[in-house]
């Protein structure tokens, strides 16, 4: 597995990677990974890569002034490892000079899916995604970039910037992977106290119920109104639990019979701002 610091070294070692027409997939990370990164690395084999790189970025431009970019959990030795051990080919670990280097004045703004929701708790996220993410997609040349499906809105505004850009790279998304008792894997969740990490998967089991509801018909607005009610029982500060359009993250109030419908949710529990969503109908 090569490990590439700066950019001519991964030049070099992509160009190398695809000689002779092989296909590139690449898994954007910011590190301290977990059973859902590696998920990733194989999602991408499996759809016909031949070989997968990684990157590894703490990207400052998806932290706001709310957001505390030095408390991001990271953990060099043990990525490295869980990605060779996961059969990785390639891993980008650039500074930040070697991403924004000194008069970087170029960010990308995607309309459209970034409206509302992670939009508005974290103003300029999505700009500094769709950016490291532009960014990645032209250092590396990969003709795939996988994708957890946890981070729904994030998918889309990728989605929606590579289509937008004409950027050659196939968006791959994976299903979310869950602990046992259902809570998605999140670098975060390391915070959790242990009281605080028997009590997430309530989250789950909340949004699976509204879900049940609106899809058998019941009412929109009381159906979210009443996991709002029982997250908060059960002692979540929420931030969110909406049904919208899959594709475009706009709000619905009626249940849809035209296209995929989607449940998003955050919700603080403790210090931790757990984020999920799940498929209705």
């Known amino acids: 597995m090569q490990i590439c610091r700066d950019l001519p070294s991964l030049r070099a070692a992509t160009a190398a990677l695809r000689a002779d027409g092989q ?11 977990h059973d859902g990164h590696l998920a990733l690395v194989a999602a991408a084999r499996a759809a016909g890569a031949d070989a997968v790189s990684a990157s590894i970025f703490v990207n400052p431009l998806q932290f706001n002034a709310n957001e505390d970019l030095s408390r991001y959990p ?30 970087s004045a170029t960010v990308i703004e995607v309309g459209g899916p970034s409206a509302g929701w992670e939009g508005d708790a974290r ?45 050659p790279i196939r968006i791959l998304p ?27 998967p309530v989250l789950l089991r909340v949004m699976t119920a509204a879900a049940t509801a609106i899809a058998g018909g019941a009412a929109v607005a009381a159906a979210l109104d009443d996991g709002l009610a029982r997250l908060r029982a059960a002692g979540f500060e929420p931030d969110y639990l909406a049904l919208v359009e899959a594709e475009t993250l706009k709000p619905l109030t009626a249940r849809r019979a035209d296209g995929p419908m989607r449940l998003v949710a955050a919700a603080r529990l403790g210090t931790v701002r757990l984020l999920d969503n799940i498929p209705v109908g």
């Open 23 to 33: 296909r590139l997939a690449i898994v954007p990370t910011m590190g301290a990974l």
């Open 74 to 103: 990271r953990d060099e030795a043990g990525d490295l490892a869980k990605l060779k051990a996961a059969g990785c080919d390639l891993v980008w670990m650039p500074p930040v000079e070697a991403m924004y280097p000194p008069g």
């Open 123 to 167: 103003p300029g996220h999505f700009r500094g995604v769709a950016t490291v993410c532009c960014k990645l997609f032209q250092q590396s040349q990969a003709e795939i970039a996988a994708f957890g499906e946890k981070d729904w809105q994030q998918l889309q505004v990728v989605t929606r910037m590579v289509a937008d850009l004409d950027i």
């Open 174 to 200: 994976v299903a979310t992977v869950r602990e046992a008792d259902g809570l998605a894997m999140s670098s975060r969740n390391r915070f959790l106290s242990a009281e605080e990490r028997a009590t997430a």
